[in-house]
């Protein structure tokens, strides 16, 4: 596919901002008094989680299918998505009568799949494939080329990133200045590319940061091959943007304005999701705290340091997050945190053996989170699966050192082993 991708302009964004201004919400820019107070720095948060379909998705969507005509319209339209896009397209279905079919993952979130049926009525027909967006999105292609429906692509489309580029037009008309960085959730690019574009000819001295989940970093990896490429694994745990494959279109634009881009670890998002849950009362999707979970004081170590005096702004991107959830966000931030741990011990099969792990092993403020205990026949010892949880990061030397001492055999399991996620 071809792309103009020259036409992205702060023009053309501005442009996109009053055909769909009458579809989404003018989202609130607030102070973020936690790590404002942490870093000195004018800290702003950016909360598209607060649009009609709780992600700024719906901007690039309605732009794109404002655009069709008549002919056009009468074809449908077809996209695939991790469940945001599709709302925003589904939202654009049932407003302009146009026919709509949704290729999603089957890991995507039911509370996203029950938004998209009732945002999108009669006009959307909705279609499970595969695991991940880029599975979806090939069913979705094959769909458009047998039937004619016309793709709405949630990235790779010059129309979308302008719609998505009008969340910077405006953050720039709510501050009346220009921003000193803006941090930006990286997934296909879309928005990355919409908002670089924005302020390189707008606020050219506002520097434009992109954050990818260090599970799904495809545009540092287009970047560092020239063009985009497609990873071999994925982790899926942040869905909005799990993408294996970035957008040509959207790259083209990262690439020519040179973007950097970062990656922060899923658990480091996690501990940032309950952050935001349990002190400022937010309640966001994995992607939607990407951007977020970046941002540190200078010295601090985080992916995105910033210093006193400037004005820094993070797009929160999304708000669908599935309650379910929690228990796996929870479990994330614990293990990132260095507080859940797991191990494979060989118990000695006679009575008072756990007593005595309890009591010589575990410290005051140590707790049993897992506890799966196989007796063998015939055997002396018998293993275990044991999750620990300590009352610090520092405990785990002091709880190894405790191991060694009661001669258990024991084998700790590393957050990267298969076995690993098959009780964690």
């Known amino acids: 596919m071809s ?9 053309t964004v501005r442009e996109a901002a009053q055909r ?11 102070p973020w008094h936690r790590v404002s107070e942490a870093t000195g720095a004018r800290v702003l948060v950016k909360r598209e989680d607060l649009q009609g379909v709780r992600s700024y998705k719906v901007r690039g969507a309605f732009n794109l299918m404002l655009r069709l005509d008549e002919a056009e319209r009468v074809r449908g339209v077809v996209c695939a ?4 896009h599709a709302q925003g397209v589904a939202m654009a279905c049932a407003e302009l009568g146009i ?4 290729f ?5 979130p039911r509370q996203k799949l029950d938004r998209i049926a009732g945002l999108g009525g009669d006009q959307v027909q909705i279609v499970e494939v595969g695991s991940t967006y880029d599975e979806a999105s090939a069913a979705a292609r094959a769909f458009a080329e047998s039937d004619g429906a016309v793709m709405v692509h949630p990235f790779d489309d010059p129309r979308t990133i302008t719609g998505q580029g009008t969340v910077a037009k405006e953050v720039h008309d709510q501050l009346g200045a220009p921003p000193d960085v803006v941090v930006v959730p990286v997934g296909g690019g879309g928005l990355v590319a919409g908002m670089a574009a924005y302020f390189a000819e707008a606020c050219p001295r506002t520097r434009v940061v992109g954050v990818e989940p260090a599970g799904a970093a495809s545009m540092a990896a287009a970047l560092a091959a020239g063009a985009p490429v497609t990873l071999t694994e994925v982790d899926t745990f942040v869905d909005g943007a799990a993408v294996r494959r970035v957008g040509d279109a959207s790259h083209e634009i990262v690439a020519r304005l040179q973007v950097p881009m970062v990656a922060v670890d899923e658990g480091r998002i996690c501990a940032e999701m309950l952050d935001l849950y349990q002190v400022e009362g937010i309640i966001t999707e994995p992607a939607g705290a990407l951007a977020l979970a970046a941002v540190g004081p200078t010295g601090s170590g985080a992916t995105v340091e910033v210093g006193p005096g400037a004005t820094v702004v ?7 997050n599935d309650i379910s959830r929690y228990a796996e966000v929870q479990e994330r931030a614990l293990v990132h945190a260095g507080l859940r741990h797991y191990f494979v011990i060989e118990f000695p099969q006679e009575p008072g053996a756990l007593r005595r792990f309890l009591d010589a092993v575990l410290g005051p403020e140590d707790d049993i989170s897992l506890f799966e205990y196989t007796k063998r026949s015939n055997r002396e010892t018998g293993p275990a699966f044991v999750g620990l949880t300590l009352g610090s990061a520092e405990d785990y030397r002091p709880l190894l050192e ?23």
């Open 3 to 11: 792309f103009d991708t020259h036409q992205v302009t702060a023009t």
């Open 20 to 30: 769909i201004q009458h579809a989404v919400t003018r989202t609130p820019l607030q």
């Open 81 to 84: 998505s991790a469940g945001n």
């Open 99 to 102: 026919a709509g079919r949704i």
């Open 104 to 108: 999603v993952p089957r890991t995507t």
């Open 314 to 320: 993070c797009i929160l991107s999304g708000g669908n």
């Open 402 to 424: 405790r191991m060694d001492a009661s001669r258990l055999t024991y084998r700790p399991i590393p957050p990267d082993s298969p076995l690993f996620r098959f009780f964690a």
